[in-house]
């Protein structure tokens, strides 16, 4: 499984931005797909996860109601729209896949090389 995620970029407070993870491989059809995020001087976090089927997503509490994953393109690609942005949501995004439903980094077996989320207020 190979994950390339794109849509970084710099935002004003408020504003929206949505970033795609677009993947290879035959596992990742049924593989949950997640988002983390890592702002400078900051461990890696959770952000969003969803089901190999796109129905179940789930959220971390600094993100819910302002972001939305899903999946496409026959579920080899995760999108996170992020919405209402806040300068704290500023770090460099990853995607995610795994065969565990989880919030942690060690749940995920693969991982994109991360795109730059610069929020400014």
Do not use: H
Not at 8 to 18: D, W, Y
Request: hydrophobic residues 35%.
């Amino acid at each position: 499984v190979q994950l390339q995620a794109s849509g970084g970029g710099p935002v004003q407070a408020g504003g929206s931005l949505r970033l795609s993870c677009a993947g290879s491989g035959d596992t990742l059809r049924r593989a949950t797909m997640a988002w983390f995020r890592q702002a400078p001087g900051k461990e890696r976090e959770f952000v969003a996860g969803v089901s190999g089927n796109g129905a179940v997503r789930y959220y971390d509490d600094a993100v819910n109601g302002r972001f939305a994953i899903s999946r496409g393109n026959a579920q080899m690609t995760a999108y996170l729209q992020m919405s209402s942005l806040k300068p704290e949501d500023t770090a460099v995004y990853y995607c995610a896949a795994g065969s565990t439903f989880g919030r942690r980094s060690l749940d995920y077996d693969y991982w994109g090389q991360g795109t730059l989320v610069t929020v400014s207020s």
